[in-house]
């Protein structure tokens, strides 16, 4: 595996493991990005997350709603980047049981 500075690390993916966190990725950034480089970074992150055992969840997070995008589409761009079907989509699930939680995932955390 080619080294990039993708922010995460064995450090942290083992810190987020005992601490029972979850890694966020942002699809509308991973779709503005024109020369691929965050794709890149956001598989790098992705192996280390599943070497691990770190859960990874894949949120559209867009600023305009134009900009939002289907479910499926989430699920096909995490499959693409090396996640496993059932895991993008128990990751989606994660996000609509968040969303029903009035906003709120853990002590300090919110949506």
Same mark, same amino acid.
């Given at each position: ?6 922010? !995460?690390? #064995? ?5 987020? &493991?005992?601490?029972?966190? %979850?890694?966020? $990725? +942002? ?30 969840? !894949?949120? #559209? ?5 134009? &900009?939002?995008?289907?479910? %499926?589409?989430? $699920? +096909? ?35």
């Amino acid at each position: 595996m080619h080294q990039r500075n993708a922010g !995460l690390n #064995s450090v942290l993916c083992r810190i987020a &493991k005992e601490k029972g966190a %979850k890694i966020g $990725i +942002s699809c509308s950034a991973l779709i503005r990005d024109e020369k691929g480089r965050m794709m890149g970074r956001a598989m790098q992150n992705i192996m280390l997350c599943q070497k691990y055992n770190v859960p990874v969840i !894949l949120a #559209s997070l867009a600023d305009n709603p134009f &900009k939002m995008r289907a479910p %499926k589409d989430i $699920i +096909s761009l995490g499959v693409f980047l090396g996640i496993k079907p059932e895991d993008a989509k128990r990751g989606m699930r994660i996000i609509t049981d968040c969303a029903d939680c009035a906003n709120y995932l853990k002590k300090g955390v919110f949506l």
